[in-house]
């Protein structure tokens, strides 16, 4: 199983996210703290500005980002799949 870390950014996200996404995020954090590549997160490796991090489906409109160090997931921020990656 792997530590789960968020940064003050996703902190800050998700209290700003609808109850049913904060709700959701909690269901696929077991999901991610088992394995990031888990299907049913639909998890991706990202381009550009964000090389190296990943993103995980939430709900079909809003991603979370993400970045794997070792052992340990730092989560950084949630956020419509419009402006996720700007």
Same mark, same amino acid.
């Given at each position: !199983?792997? @530590?789960?870390?968020?940064? $003050?950014? !996703?902190?800050? @996200?998700v209290?700003?996210?609808?109850? =049913?996404?904060?709700?959701?995020?909690?269901?696929l954090?077991?999901?991610l703290? =088992?394995?990031?590549?888990?299907? &049913?997160?639909?998890?991706?490796?990202?381009?550009?500005?964000?090389r190296? &991090?990943? @993103?995980?489906?939430?709900?079909?409109? &809003?991603?979370?980002?993400?970045? +794997?160090?070792?052992? +340990? +997931?730092?989560l950084?921020? +949630?956020?419509?799949?419009? $402006?996720?990656y700007?």
């Amino acid at each position: !199983m792997l @530590s789960i870390v968020y940064t $003050d950014e !996703m902190k800050k @996200s998700v209290r700003k996210m609808p109850v =049913e996404i904060q709700g959701r995020l909690a269901e696929l954090i077991h999901f991610l703290a =088992e394995d990031a590549f888990h299907p &049913y997160l639909h998890t991706k490796p990202l381009r550009e500005k964000w090389r190296g &991090y990943y @993103s995980f489906r939430i709900t079909r409109n &809003y991603r979370c980002i993400f970045g +794997i160090d070792k052992n +340990i +997931i730092i989560l950084h921020t +949630i956020d419509h799949r419009k $402006d996720a990656y700007r």
